[in-house]
Antibody, heavy 126, light 112 residues
Framework: EVFLVESGGGLVKPGGSLRLSCAAS????????MNWVRQPPGKGLEWVAS????????YYSDSVRGRFTISRDNAKDSLYLQMNNLRAEDTAIYYC???????????????????WGKGTTVTVSS | EILMTQSPLSLPVTPGEPASISCRSS???????????LDWFLQKPGKSPQLLIY???NRASGVPDRFSGSGSGTEFTLKISRVEAEDVGVYYC?????????FGGGTKVEIK
């Protein structure tokens, strides 16, 4: 069975740092691009960042670019999110989500988030 | 950034009755390959989101066939043919036509 388990959340002061981890199991991690998606308390979903299978293509939302860094270690089946200079508005549940490729035409793939972890909670408060 | 707008915000439903959720995008999600780059997710109370529909109309693995997705361009619909009690939660549409992927604000489905 496929699992994603996030960890590393906690309470941090504004300006502080945290490193989130997502441990994957039950599938070949290196074959899948991965995402971080967050959800502020009582609010909707916001995509944060994504990385390709080898980490050579990386994308960020405008709200975190320059402060957060997504990375992966395929040897350890793990995804990471280094969060620096945290702000109160970064308070959220952070989910990691696996991309599954779907061939729409030859050599052209659509990626959809088919597996999600249970999330880890980050609270930024003084 | 593509803006996604869902309606209604809240949808009280009767078990056994149909239900419908609308999602509108600020730009077309239709690619030249003929596919609409839109997904639907359900977040049950206290749980993480789960994929229901991808590419506007393809049911994800294990999703009951009472769920169906339709639409093209900028107008999309998620339909539940006969609502069951386990379908309560917040439904989100998400566009993957361009980066960043963006979600609708969600539609809360609850039993009357």
């Amino acid at each position: 069975e496929v699992f994603l388990v996030e960890s590393g959340g906690g309470l941090v002061k504004p300006g502080g740092s945290l490193r989130l981890s997502c441990a994957a199991s039950g599938f070949t991690f290196r074959d899948h691009s991965m995402n971080w998606v967050r959800q502020p308390p009582g609010k909707g979903l916001e995509w944060v960042a994504s990385t390709s299978t080898r980490g050579n293509y990386i994308y960020y939302s405008d709200s975190v670019r320059g402060r957060f860094t997504i990375s992966r270690d395929n040897a350890k089946d793990s995804l990471y999110l280094q969060m620096n200079n945290l702000r109160a508005e970064d308070t959220a549940i952070y989910y990691c989500a696996r991309d599954r490729p779907y061939a729409v035409v030859t050599d052209d793939y659509y990626f959809y988030m088919d597996v999600w972890g249970k999330g880890t909670t980050v609270t930024v408060s003084s | 950034e593509i803006l996604m707008t869902q309606s209604p915000l809240s949808l009280p439903v009767t078990p056994g009755e149909p239900a419908s959720i609308s999602c509108r995008s600020s730009q077309s999600l239709l690619r030249s390959n003929g596919h609409n780059y839109l997904d639907w997710f359900l977040q049950k109370p206290g749980k993480s989101p789960q994929l229901l529909i991808y590419l506007a109309s393809n049911r994800a693995s294990g999703v009951p066939d009472r769920f169906s997705g339709s639409g093209s361009g900028t107008e999309f619909t998620l339909k539940i043919s006969r609502v069951e009690a386990e379908d309560v939660g917040v439904y989100y549409c998400m566009q993957a036509q361009q980066t960043p992927p963006t979600f609708g604000g969600g539609t809360k489905v609850e039993i009357k």
